[in-house]
């Protein structure tokens, strides 16, 4: 059971890069979400998706894109990277019931550095 | 604004001792109240949730207190042990629907010396 799973683990590019992270869930889960964690300032949703073909923005959706024509994936493409988006990346996921309350299961990240 | 805050100071206990994280939120009214451990270099693994209608959730050494008064949640480990030492997020939705976004807090890092 491989849960969710994202890739690459670490990403170096340069400004004006398009970059496309991916994040794979095996569970069929509903939701998915794209968070950035950045000192000073914790996890920020960045887009999430309510099922296949639905997204929407989250607090800081600026810059980046995403898709999701699959349940199980949901990728984030930067257009045109900028320094600012260095950052670690988490995908996460969900099986929206009301006895869990929207529990999020998470990747194990990406660590993206835009020189 | 809606905030959530989270001590950012770590939070530097012996170990047997019992840990108390503490997490404030204002201008929300969250139906309920989640807890993640974050260790370094991988993502957040949920640990508890509690309903605004609980007043406490157990679950082994943990304990999650829930204040909508106070608007407070405290986060307890009893008898903490070093591999306790991680950092700690709260997690609230915003309006209690389903399928709602949670919004973090910024975390507090517990280290539990031996």
């Known amino acids: 059971d491989a849960g969710i799973t994202q890739s690459p683990r670490y990403k170096i590019t340069e400004t004006g890069r398009q970059v496309t992270l991916m994040c794979h869930q095996t569970?069929?889960?509903?939701?998915m979400f794209w968070y950035r964690q950045d000192l000073g300032h914790g996890l920020r949703l960045i887009y999430y998706?309510?099922?296949?073909?639905?997204?929407d923005k989250g607090e800081v959706p600026d810059g980046y894109v995403v898709s999701r024509s699959k349940t199980e994936n949901f990728p984030l493409t930067l257009e045109s990277a900028t320094r600012s988006q260095t950052s670690v990346y988490f995908c996460?996921?969900?099986?929206?019931?009301?006895?869990?309350?929207?529990?999020?299961?998470f990747g194990p990240g990406t660590r993206l550095t835009v020189l | 604004s809606q905030k959530i805050e989270q001590n950012s100071e770590a939070l530097n206990i012996q170990e047997g001792k019992t840990a108390t994280l503490t997490c404030n939120y204002t201008?929300?009214?969250?139906?309920?109240l989640q807890w993640y451990r974050q260790d370094p270099g991988r993502g957040p693994v949920f640990l508890l949730l509690?309903?605004?209608?609980?007043k406490e959730k157990r679950k082994e050494r943990l304990k999650v207190t829930f204040d909508t008064t106070l608007k407070q949640s405290l986060f307890h480990i009893t008898a903490s042990q070093p591999a306790d030492s991680a950092t700690y997020l709260c997690?609230?939705?915003?309006?209690?629907?389903?399928?709602?976004?949670?919004?973090f807090g910024g975390g507090t890092r517990l280290m539990v010396k031996p």
């Open positions: 996460a996921s969900s099986n929206v019931r009301v006895a869990s309350g929207d529990t999020q299961y």
């Open positions: 201008n929300y009214s969250p139906a309920y």
């Open positions: 998706s309510a099922a296949a073909d639905i997204t």
């Open positions: 569970w069929s889960h509903s939701y």
């Open positions: 997690a609230l939705d915003k309006t209690g629907n389903a399928g709602n976004m949670l919004t």
């Open positions: 509690i309903r605004e209608n609980e």
